[in-house]
C-alpha cells in the first residue's frame, strides 16, 4: 500500500525519527549522580518508560522534583549534540508535507521535551498535531492518543498510519484501530517489536521512504 492510500501519518519521536537514547539515558544520569550519588543502568532506565519525564521525576524525587527537572530539562537541551535525526528523516517530511498528507506526533515523552527536541532538529514546523504524554490520560501502550487525532480531523481509520519503534506504539495503534508501521533502524526492543506481527517492518529510513513515496 502507498502513500496515497494515508490521508495522515503519525509518527513516534525517540528512536523513529530522532536518535535520543543516549541523550535520555545521559539526562536520567545526571540527575541520579547529582542527588542519589550514582549511576542507573540503561536497563533500569528503559524499565521507567511509559509516564512523562515529569511524572518520573515526580516519583522519584518527590520532596524536590521541581529542581530535579528544571536539571533535567537544562541537561537534556543542552547536550543535544548527543542526539541526532536519522539520515532521510527530514526529507520524508518535507515531501509528505508537500503532498498534503497530515503529519502527526504520538510521543510518550512530555510537551516540553519533545518540543526541545522538535525545535533542535528543526521539525517542528512539519506537524499538524503533537500529543504528548502530558495530553492524555493513559500513556502508551494506550491508545488515547491515537483517538484524539480523529477528534482534530475528519479521518477514516483505514487512512491513517502509525510509525513507531517500539511495542506500545504497536499495542496503541491496534486499540486505535489503525495500521502500524514499525520501524527497528535505532529500536531498544527490536526483538520483541519482531515478534509482534506488525502489519509493516522497516529496517532503515529508506526502506520507509520508498513504501510511502
Given at each position: ?49 511509559g509516564p512523562t519525564e515529569d511524572i518520573i521525576i ?63 532538529f528543526g521539525l517542528f514546523g512539519y506537524f499538524d ?85
Open positions: 500500500m502507498s502513500i496515497k492510500h494515508y490521508d495522515a501519518v503519525i509518527f513516534d519521536v525517540d528512536g523513529t525519527l530522532t536518535s535520543t537514547n543516549e541523550l535520555i539515558f545521559a539526562s536520567f544520569n545526571h540527575i541520579y549522580e547529582k542527588y542519589f550519588g550514582k549511576k542507573a543502568t540503561d536497563e533500569e532506565i528503559i524499565a521507567l518508560f515526580d516519583r522519584l524525587f518527590p520532596d524536590n522534583h521541581e529542581q530535579v527537572k528544571e536539571d533535567y530539562y537544562a541537561f537534556y537541551e543542552a547536550h543535544h549534540e548527543m542526539a541526532a535525526l536519522y539520515p532521510g528523516i527530514r526529507e520524508l517530511l518535507h515531501a509528505l508535507k508537500a503532498r498534503g498528507t497530515i503529519l502527526g506526533i504520538f510521543t510518550g515523552k512530555g510537551r516540553r521535551a519533545a518540543i526541545i527536541t522538535l525545535k533542535m498535531l503533537i500529543i504528548t504524554g502530558d495530553e492524555v490520560v493513559n500513556h502508551k501502550p494506550d491508545g488515547e492518543g491515537i483517538f484524539k487525532f480523529f477528534e482534530q480531523f475528519p479521518l477514516d481509520k483505514d487512512k491513517v498510519l502509525m510509525v513507531g519503534d517500539a511495542p506500545p506504539d504497536i499495542i496503541a495503534s491496534r486499540q486505535a484501530g489503525i495500521r502500524i508501521a514499525s520501524v527497528v533502524w535505532d529500536s531498544y526492543a527490536k526483538d520483541e517489536v519482531m515478534e509482534l506481527n506488525s502489519d509493516y517492518i522497516f529496517h532503515t529510513v529508506q526502506e520507509l521512504s520508498a513504501f510511502l513515496l
